[in-house]
């Protein structure tokens, strides 16, 4: 059963316009959750990441907002530049209960020139 | 400071071998996990070390075992090895442990013929 889920496995936008992208999860108890990019050939980079006691979190060009009632998360980036394109992975964890990290599966973002 | 590095890179063997990933992390952390990368499934967890103990443990079979030294480096060994294990092999670090911000090595890329 999967626990988050990235329902797009791509995604294209033009550069200098706003790419989102969107992750779902199962598990009520999951209490933080966090994005990576991951390059080829490269192992997945930190971008961001939000407590479940917020909804929203911002860092430079990617924001990141939480929505706990729907069980949804998504990541704005603002404007979206070549550089951006990766796979981004969202993540999600309980940490009153474990330290394990669930991954989803990924969405390619291509930004197009 | 150096990034999370592990070896060998690159690695074929045949069915019925076994293996042996190495992976150092960042200096000062003390969490050190692994992941299973495949097409299509994410990056899967595979277990978290923490000063020298496993604390969490996915769901894999016992042909996939883990360690960690004193100096928090870490191995992961993979035994009687079979096709469905060939997946790029990831090893991350992080200071407060896997729910949180992990850093993460280039991979190793296994196959097995």
């Known amino acids: 059963d999967q626990q988050v889920k990235q329902n797009s496995p791509s995604l294209s936008v033009q550069e200098g316009r706003i790419s989102i992208l969107n992750c779902d999860y199962t598990n009520s108890m999951f209490d933080y959750f966090l994005w990576y990019k991951k390059y080829p050939a490269e192992g997945p980079t930190f971008l961001i990441s939000i407590s479940s006691i917020k909804d929203k979190n911002e860092d430079g060009r990617f924001t990141v907002f939480l929505n706990k009632s729907a069980k949804h998360l998504s990541l704005h980036i603002v404007p979206s530049q070549p550089g951006d394109s990766a796979v981004y992975f969202c993540a999600a964890s309980d940490g009153n209960r474990d330290d394990k990290i669930i991954f989803g599966k990924g969405t390619r973002l291509h930004i197009l020139p | 400071k150096a990034g999370v590095t592990q070896t060998p890179r690159y690695l074929i063997k045949t069915r019925g071998q076994q293996v042996t990933l190495s992976c150092s992390p960042i200096s000062g952390h003390r969490s050190v996990s692994w992941y299973q990368q495949t097409p299509g499934q994410g990056l899967q967890f595979l277990f978290e070390y923490f000063s020298e103990t496993q604390r969490n443990k996915g769901n894999f079979p016992g042909r996939f075992s883990g360690r960690q030294f004193s100096n928090s480096r870490s191995e992961m060994n993979v035994s009687t090895l079979e096709l469905g294990d060939s997946a790029l092999y990831l090893c991350?670090?992080?200071?407060?442990?896997?729910?949180?911000?992990?850093?993460f090595g280039p991979g190793t890329r296994l196959t097995v013929t």
């Open positions: 991350a670090s992080s200071l407060q442990g896997a729910n949180y911000e992990q850093y």
